[in-house]
């Protein structure tokens, strides 16, 4: 319950039924983000190797230059040739001045960034002025209530949007490099090929291990335990730490049945196992 004073309005809570210490809220009304002002984006740097990531940060300009506090769940950043992690500000705030997103760089070429201003609202609104009526559960029950139009007219966002192009770049690594950047990026299939060129005689035998090794890693982080179980066999004939790769191909067959069992649906158990397989190859990756 409130009252309202000269110094404002004033809330009294209860707690049981019981009157508490009275309280007075600090309620700050914020400038729209989207309405005349300049979303700026700026990254760590314009030049990006493949399979790397760098830190961008973003931040809503009004039209005077002054930062805007805006809520973090309207800012939504895509890219091409590139993976964008979620926005997200400072100490997970709601509401920030300064946001900031991971940047990782999947492909060589020319990445524009994109971004939008989302907006949001409690209700649905339709063409006619009528809101789906909530149901208890917080979901819409379908149910069209009448609302009174008055003179409301939805606000178009109108801001402008500064972001750089970014210019991803081939390493000169060497192929075990770059093998593990692209399974880090996803990029399973031609990690594979640079893998299996190395093994076909493009690299020194020392490397003929550590390149198996790869291979199995990328098999298991997706769940090919069949690819993963014939490169630790292919590991274990040529005798490299033959009792270590003999506890991994065990691991390996009671992993794979207990994925079997539990089904492809139980994802905490299929990446626990993963995971604990994934693990074991360290001493020797």
């Known amino acids: 319950s409130g009252a309202a004073t000269e110094m404002g309005t004033r809330f009294q809570a209860k707690i049981l039924g019981r009157p508490a210490d009275i309280f007075t809220p600090e309620i700050a009304v914020l400038p729209r983000c989207d309405i005349d002002t300049t979303v700026k984006v700026t990254c760590g740097s314009?030049?990006?190797?493949?399979?790397?990531?760098?830190?961008?940060?973003?931040?809503?300009?009004?039209?005077?230059?002054?930062?805007?506090?805006?809520?973090v769940r309207i800012l939504r950043v895509s890219a091409e040739l590139a993976a964008v992690s979620a926005v997200?500000?400072?100490?997970?705030?709601?509401?920030?001045?300064?946001?900031?997103?991971?940047?990782?760089?999947?492909?060589?070429?020319q990445s524009r960034l994109s971004v939008e201003l989302v907006a949001f609202s409690s209700a649905v609104l339709d063409e006619d002025c009528s809101e789906r009526a909530p149901r208890k559960s917080g979901r819409s029950s379908g149910e069209r209530v009448p609302k009174a139009c008055n003179d409301w007219q939805p606000v178009v966002p109108q801001y402008q949007v500064?972001?750089?192009?970014?210019?991803?770049?081939?390493?000169?690594?060497?192929?075990?490099?770059?093998a593990r950047r692209l399974v880090r990026s996803?990029?399973?299939?031609?990690?594979?090929?640079?893998?299996?060129?190395?093994?076909?005689?493009?690299?020194?035998s020392e490397?003929?291990?550590?390149?198996?090794?790869?291979?199995?890693?990328a098999a298991l982080l997706y769940g090919d335990f069949v690819a993963a179980r014939a490169q630790l066999e292919v590991l274990q004939a040529t005798g490299q730490?033959?009792?270590?790769?003999?506890?991994?191909?065990?691991?390996?067959?009671?992993?794979?049945?207990?994925?079997?069992?539990?089904?492809?649906?139980?994802?905490a158990q299929r990446m626990s196992a993963l995971n604990e397989l994934i693990a074991g190859l360290s001493p020797f990756a």
Do not use: W
């Open 207 to 217: 490397m003929h291990g550590p390149s198996r090794v790869l291979l199995t890693h």
């Open 162 to 178: 500064e972001v750089p192009t970014l210019a991803h770049i081939e390493e000169q690594v060497g192929p075990l490099e770059r």
């Open 186 to 204: 996803g990029r399973r299939n031609e990690a594979e090929a640079v893998l299996n060129a190395c093994l076909s005689g493009g690299c020194p």
């Open 241 to 267: 730490q033959a009792e270590h790769v003999q506890k991994l191909l065990k691991s390996c067959e009671a992993a794979q049945g207990l994925v079997q069992v539990a089904g492809a649906g139980d994802a």
């Open 46 to 71: 314009a030049t990006v190797p493949v399979g790397n990531t760098t830190r961008c940060t973003v931040a809503v300009h009004s039209s005077d230059g002054s930062p805007l506090a805006c809520p």
């Open 88 to 109: 997200r500000a400072k100490k997970k705030q709601r509401v920030s001045r300064s946001f900031f997103f991971d940047y990782t760089a999947t492909a060589p070429g």
